[in-house]
């Protein structure tokens, strides 16, 4: 079996992180641009609180997963979060079973992922990143000079207590510009383990 390390740091952390994880046994990875979401409704609307942040991912087998967890989670100087996830969703997985922790995605347009946080936050979450990112070419997409424009889309990324993730999907899936066809998409997978990077 596999793991997904996912580590969310400030922008220009990763690479080092990278580095330490191929150090530890990791084979490689992708690092992804996104943004913090601030912790104050106000300081998000006035874009005060948002900070550029990097998610760091990675796929370890079970082997090397705790020497390669064990060094990022001691990486000096950097503050952020570490995530483990399962990379099988086999239901009887004891991870899947006894989590505690879950990790949503919610992929929608752009400009929408801030009002999508502010549901969820009253709905119990914290905090979540924000990556950019872009929809696949489709027959519906429009023509332009022989090029298709294709929507542009954000995925927001937020860590929560298994307890809360129910209450926080039924919160986002009432927003009316979600209610729409195809106007985006959320899902959850178990976390295996958390730890907060200082």
Known sequence: ???????????????????????????????LRGRGTA?????????????????LLTLVDDGVEPTVWNALSNFPHTRGLLAAVPASRDEDHPIVKSNTWDLVYIICASGFADDIMAAARKAGAKGGTILEGRGTATADDIAF????????????????????RDSVLEAVSKLPFLQERGSGIAFSVPVQKVAALR
């Open 1 to 31: 079996m596999s793991s997904l390390l996912l580590a969310i740091v400030g922008a220009g952390k990763a690479d080092s992180l990278m580095q330490l994880a191929k150090e530890s046994g990791s084979s490689g990875g992708t690092i």
């Open 39 to 55: 912790s104050s409704s106000l300081l998000c609307l006035l874009g005060l609180g948002d900070s550029d942040k990097e998610v």
């Open 145 to 164: 000079f022989s090029a298709s424009l294709v929507p542009e889309k954000e995925m927001l990324m937020i860590l929560l207590h298994h307890t809360e």
